[in-house]
Structures are given as C-alpha cells and as structure tokens.
C-alpha cells in the first residue's frame, strides 16, 4: 500500500507457503532424484542426463546460495527422519531402525 495515497501496488499470497527449519527446506525437489538412489528411475531420462540435471542443480544453488549446501549436507539424516516419520508407527518398529535413530542422534548432538 502506498503510505501517500493508500492505493494498493501489490498483494502477497501466501497459500501453500510453509515455515521450516533450514535444513528441512534445503532439499532437492523430488523430480531431481539423486542419480545414485534407487529412485533414480521413476522420472525418466538416461543416467547421464540425470547425473548432469543433478550436478547443475547443485552447482547453481552454490551460486545463488552458498549456504545451502552447507545446510542440505547437514540437514540429510532429519529430513530421513522427518521422512520416515511420516511412514507411521509401524516402520518404526524394525529393530534395526534403533540404532539408525541412535546414529541421527549422536550427529545432532555434534
């Protein structure tokens, strides 16, 4: 709103915006899937064009925002965790998901 006048020069929309922590923003968009993951072959495209759009993709976020590179490599086990949170109580009880807990843990607290 202009202070003079009151006549409206802009609206902002804030639907389906979220408040996060860095580290859970810091992340690839799901139709980049890490050339390396068993992912990696549900959005198409050969394994070269998929390691290039990987590589630019990072390369053009250290350009625009050095820190998130920073933030993404340190955010990775919680946003594993936020991620298997969201699978339900059941995958939870795997006893092998105690100690991978157990290890996210111990890095926070580094």
């Known amino acids: ?3 003079e006048t009151g006549t409206v020069t802009g ?6 915006t979220m408040l996060v922590p860095t580290w859970q923003a810091a992340a690839v968009p799901q139709w980049i899937p890490d050339p390396t993951s068993d992912m990696a072959g549900w959005y198409g495209g050969s394994p070269g064009e998929q390691v290039r759009l990987w ?4 390369q ?3 350009i625009l925002s050095p820190e998130w590179e920073e933030a993404y490599k340190k955010g ?3 946003r594993e965790v936020a991620g298997r949170m969201a ?3 059941s995958v939870w009880s795997h006893p092998s998901l105690l100690e991978w807990a157990e290890n ?3 890095h ?3």
Request: charged share 30%; net charge negative.
């Open 1 to 3: 709103i202009d202070e």
């Open 11 to 16: 609206l902002l929309d804030f639907e389906g």
């Open 55 to 58: 590589n630019l993709f990072h």
């Open 76 to 78: 990775k086990p919680f």
């Open 104 to 106: 996210r843990i111990q």
């Open 108 to 110: 926070a607290t580094e």
């Open 60 to 62: 053009t976020m250290k």
């Open 87 to 89: 699978m339900g109580v």
